[in-house]
């Protein structure tokens, strides 16, 4: 690939990198670490990880809680923090709530369904026996176990979309969307497959019948620009340790006044306007689902995090992963045809794709693929990614899966695949 | 690379691939399912004890070749021995298992006998479930046999 196509050049990947502490770590034999698994959590540059010293150092005070100087340092920080996310996905300020991670905020969805039902609120949440919620066989356990859940207390049904061979959506299953359904959650990209989803598609369906829509955006906000007004669903659930961002916050987003109809998961300080033995109040908007104290310091590294993206431009990234991909997917092409690889799906050039592969290696383990890389200090993931549905549509358990970031290099897919090449050697199974 | 020739050593890759014990359960065996849901490993593990003794072992199974390895090692070690040896096996075998890669007492690796082949397994955490899957499943049958 010729320097004049690249979007980065090797100098700026390399003058990024050195800002990840963790990506100049030796491990093992003191070799490099060649980090492939940026979809179970992303590594974080210095200004995320001094984010956090930075708060207990000099802004930690208690928010909305007082009017001395650090509840005003910290209150300040705090109220940024959730402007710089919702700036981020083209939200309105009101619009976020934090939460613990991506899966509490779809536990506040599904809960506001459970609470709505078991409490007879008569509001869109309520749901009855027969109603319906549609999932997809693609998605992450996160996104699939609450609206199990809800199905098993409220008696809604669910429907499913399946997954075709090539592991996409099979987008004529959302025509199960009609009268009855209320929901439709489904990724935006998958973690497995990494395929991106039409999203103009299945909104468009479930508005025609007043369903609300959920999207899990793990996958897709750390590689692709997100516009939540345009993409126009009601929910979306957001990760920060995903995005370079620190473990322990993510986001709810909820489009418009939700907020204030959904009953809160967590209940307690802070989301209260009126407490009485007799009756309490809760308050409204994002407030009402912010119980007790937050993870202050790591709203802030949060913020660190968003900038950090936003200052090289998801633009940028998103060429940059599309020029590893196309390499990754040439380099593949000789694993398949002569190493006894097979990838989950299929690695056709019309879909919209992260640079995400899950692959199996014939006569070898997962595990045993994931230890011979990690010898070479390639770190990959094995097992079924907390997606066991789509693992079983393939008819196997568990599979290996390669995850890149902008920050790998080809350098680094040329390692990958010449280990790769060598694996079934190892376990004597290459006749 | 060293330590990734340690945890594979070639009697582990042959065990993996021999998978001795590995036959149809029959009836009349006392039998444990055990199942690693964050991999999908799994083993149906069934004993015969007559008079005290591992009379003849039978197994089914799937999974990496470390948890194959281990229980096709197992099913070699507990033929012919007594409960009270195989319930020391077992407790020898956790000891090898949890050493995080330290030194363990001369008197264990030579009960363990091709079992300390394993030993590598402790140096890294995510593989020790997988080596234990077998055990696990003997545990429970000694458990049951009871």
């Known amino acids: 690939m010729s320097c004049a196509e690249k979007v980065f050049t090797d100098e700026q990947i390399n003058s990024f990198r050195r800002e990840f502490p963790i990506l100049n770590m030796k491990i093992r034999d003191n070799c490099d670490l060649i980090y492939m698994d940026w979809a179970a959590t992303s590594q974080k540059p210095y200004s995320v990880i001094e984010a956090e010293k930075d708060y207990y150092s000099s802004k930690n005070g208690s928010i909305n809680r007082g009017t001395h100087f650090l509840a005003d340092q910290a209150t300040v920080v705090f109220e940024n923090g959730r402007r710089t996310i919702a700036n981020f996905i083209n939200a309105d300020f009101n619009e976020i709530v934090f939460t613990m991670n991506a899966t509490d905020a779809l536990n506040m969805v599904a809960n506001a369904f459970i609470y709505a039902t078991l409490l007879k609120k008569e509001n869109i949440f309520t749901l009855k026996p027969g109603d319906e919620i549609v999932v997809t066989k693609l998605d992450h356990h996160a996104n699939i176990v609450p609206w199990q859940r809800v199905s098993q207390i409220t008696g809604a049904v669910l429907r499913w979309v399946d997954i075709n061979d090539d592991g996409c959506l099979n987008y004529d299953d959302f025509n199960v969307i009609g009268e009855k359904t209320r929901l439709v959650a489904f990724t935006h990209a998958s973690n497995v497959t990494g395929v991106v989803t039409d999203v103009d598609y299945i909104v468009s369906l479930a508005k025609k019948f007043g369903a609300l829509t959920v999207l899990d955006t793990c996958q897709s906000a750390p590689h692709i620009s997100i516009d939540i007004k345009k993409l126009d669903v009601d929910f979306a659930c957001f990760s920060a340790h995903k995005m370079f961002g620190p473990t322990g916050v993510g986001a709810l987003y909820a489009k418009g006044d939700l907020l204030d109809h959904m009953e809160p998961l967590r209940v307690g300080g802070s989301m209260v306007d009126f407490v009485n033995t007799d009756n309490t109040s809760y308050k409204s908007g994002f407030y009402r689902h912010e119980a007790g104290t937050l993870m202050n310091a790591q709203i802030y590294s949060w913020t660190k995090a968003v900038e950090y993206l936003s200052n090289i431009g998801m633009e940028k990234i998103s060429m940059r992963e599309d020029e590893l991909l196309t390499y990754l997917k040439e380099k593949f092409e000789f694993l398949l045809a002569n190493c006894g690889i097979k990838i989950i799906g299929e690695l056709d050039d019309q879909t919209t794709r992260l640079p995400v592969i899950s692959f199996s290696v014939d006569d070898v383990h997962p595990h045993d693929v994931a230890q011979f890389l990690d010898s070479f200090s390639i770190a990959v993931r094995s097992g079924h990614h907390c997606a066991q549905i789509i693992h079983k549509h393939f008819n196997i358990h568990n599979s290996s899966r390669i995850s890149l970031s902008f920050l790998n290099t080809f350098d680094e897919i040329d390692k990958l695949v010449e280990a790769l090449s060598k694996v079934r050697s190892f376990f004597g199974v290459d006749k | ?146």
């Open chain 2, 1 to 146: 690379m060293n330590d990734l020739y340690q945890l594979y050593q070639q009697i582990i890759i042959d065990h993996s691939k021999q998978r001795h014990g590995c036959k149809p359960i029959k009836e009349n065996y006392i039998v444990s399912n055990q199942v690693n849901p964050s991999c999908g490993d799994e083993v149906s593990f069934g004993l015969i004890i007559k008079n005290g003794i591992v009379d003849d072992i039978a197994w089914q199974g799937q999974g990496c070749s470390i948890s194959q390895a281990s229980i096709s090692i197992m099913s070699d070690l507990l033929l012919g021995k007594n409960i009270e040896e195989v319930e020391k096996l077992y407790e020898d075998f956790l000891i090898l298992m949890h050493s995080q890669g330290k030194d363990v007492e001369e008197e264990i690796l030579d009960h363990l006998q091709d079992a300390c082949a394993l030993q590598g397994v402790s140096k890294y955490p995510a593989r020790i479930k997988c080596a234990l899957l077998g055990w696990m499943a003997l545990r429970d049958v000694l458990a049951k046999s009871n």
